[in-house]
T-cell receptor, first 117, second 112 residues
Framework: GAVVSQHPSRVICKSGTSVKIECRSL??????MFWYRQFPKKSLMLMAT?????????EQGVEKDKFLINHASLTLSTLTVTSAHPEDSSFYIC?????????????FGEGSRLTVL | QQQVKQSPQSLIVQKGGISIINCAYE??????FPWYQQFPGKGPALLIA?????SEKKEGRFTISFNKSAKQFSLHIMDSQPGDSATYFC???????????FGSGTQLTVLP
């Protein structure tokens, strides 16, 4: 299947700093990418839909100024957690939908574990 | 309307047994139903998926059964192996953006 690479896989930062997570589709172009947040032993919670060349669409309750999403190319979307606080500690996962894909398949990255001290 | 309900929350099966996980949905606009497998610390991986025009799909030891009238679908894992121990999520999609609505997950443990 298609490969989605997410980096970094783990990051530890101090409270108040900003952290950037990258999501790359390695062997396909993705017009649309999705960002999820997952708490321990819980399901994935959609945070936002990232569309190449346009502003991201955020789910209700997700602060767009807190979680900055940029989808500048067809293979790269970034999530920046600004002024991170301990409550932002979580597992963040991206997924990508191949452009022109008709099956509805989404391919997921390996996830990024953020720990804010 | 957008919710997908998944059960059981956890499941313990002996090696060689059949694991069955069930999901139910309300929104009849859903038109694609994938199952994902997730190991600890990893992202979900697509396992198998079905569309509503088919009542069953089988890939190796994994089978999806789909009941459109009951708005239910289930994952059957035949000859379950310890390596199948993971969390399984059912999901459904609707709309042009194809965003996924996930079930709550089932933690499967296959005992050796």
């Amino acid at each position: 299947g298609a490969v989605v690479s997410q980096h970094p896989s783990r990051v530890i930062c101090k409270s108040g700093t900003s952290v950037k997570i990258e999501c790359r589709s390695l062997d396909f172009q993705a017009t649309t990418m999705f960002w999820y947040r997952q708490f321990p032993k819980k399901s994935l919670m959609l945070m936002a839909t990232s569309n190449e060349g346009s502003k991201a669409t955020y789910e209700q309750g997700v602060e767009k100024d807190k979680f900055l999403i940029n989808h500048a190319s067809l293979t790269l979307s970034t999530l920046t957690v600004t002024s991170a606080h301990p409550e932002d500690s979580s597992f963040y996962i991206c997924s990508a939908r191949p452009s022109g894909g008709v099956t509805g398949e989404l391919f997921f990255g390996e996830g990024s574990r953020l720990t804010v001290l | 309307q957008q919710q997908v309900k998944q059960s059981p929350q956890s499941l313990i099966v002996q090696k060689g047994g059949i694991s069955i996980i069930n999901c139910a949905y309300e929104n009849t606009a859903f038109d694609y139903f994938p199952w994902y497998q997730q190991f600890p610390g990893k992202g979900p991986a697509l396992l198998i998926a079905i569309r509503p025009d088919v009542s069953e799909k089988k890939e190796g030891r994994f089978t999806i059964s789909f009941n459109k009238s009951a708005k239910q679908f289930s994952l059957h894992i035949m000859d379950s192996q310890p390596g199948d121990s993971a969390t399984y999520f059912c999901a459904a999609t609707f709309g042009s953006a194809r965003q996924l609505t996930f079930g709550s997950g089932t933690q499967l443990t296959v005992l050796p």
